[in-house]
């Protein structure tokens, strides 16, 4: 057990091209989250998976990211036309009750 | 109702002194508030947790006291060491959709001088 893996770790970007993150939970956690840290500030919640089903998803989240964990193992966030404002720490957490989460190093995205 | 003030937003003290970062919140559904630590190019690792049921835990050299009737808690570092210099960011969350979802304040810088 390694931890909860992120790739790639960082990410430089033009605007308008995509980007997809992979993230690799603790193994035995059932529980997924996608937070997004901007500088200075604390994480903010993105989405939530239990398991392969998307349980909940911040207002956040427009519609033009989108995440998947399918067969409830890895999952990804893809960001589709990117703006500058998307430049932000996109971090990975990993749980198995809910509480306590193990955050993962996080993927630097920078859109120039 | 959503958010977690914290403060203050930086603060130096000297090694082997009581560091000590304050948190307030609103939502009175909250039970459950985790401290996470974060150094530069890493994400946060937990720290300490406590649920409102109690109102101190304690786990080495790093306390949470909770004051339930002001909505408040905070985190103490006693003989605070260079290497606990850090961004610290306390939470609070409630169970919804089956897991505890996140509210973190905006954290504070700790520097602990050698």
């Known amino acids: 057990d390694t931890g909860v893996s992120q790739n790639p770790r960082h990410k430089i970007t033009k605007r308008g091209q995509n980007v997809t993150f992979r993230c690799d939970p603790i193994s035995e956690h059932n529980r997924l989250y996608w937070y997004r840290q901007t500088l200075g500030q604390g994480p903010e919640f993105l989405t939530y998976f239990q398991n392969e089903a998307q349980l909940e998803k911040s207002r956040l989240l427009s519609d033009r990211f989108s995440a998947e964990r399918p067969k409830g193992s890895f999952s990804t966030l893809e960001i589709q036309r990117t703006e500058q404002g998307d430049s932000a720490m996109y971090l990975c957490a990993s749980s198995n009750a809910g509480m306590g989460y193990t955050f993962g190093s996080g993927t630097r995205l920078t859109v120039v | 109702q959503q958010q977690v003030k914290q403060s203050p937003q930086s603060l130096i003290v000297q090694k082997g002194g009581i ?24 994400g946060p690792a937990l720290l300490i947790a406590i649920r409102p049921d109690v109102s101190e835990k304690k786990e080495g050299r790093f306390t949470i006291s909770f004051n339930k009737s002001a909505k408040q808690f905070s985190l103490h570092i006693m003989d605070s060491q260079p290497g606990d210099s850090a961004t610290y960011f306390c939470a609070a969350s409630r169970l919804s959709s089956g897991t505890y979802k996140y509210i973190f304040g905006t954290g504070t810088r700790l520097k602990v001088l050698a």
């Open chain 2, 19 to 42: 560091s000590i970062i304050n948190c307030a919140y609103e939502n009175t559904a909250f039970d459950y508030f985790p401290w996470y630590q974060q150094f530069p190019g890493k």
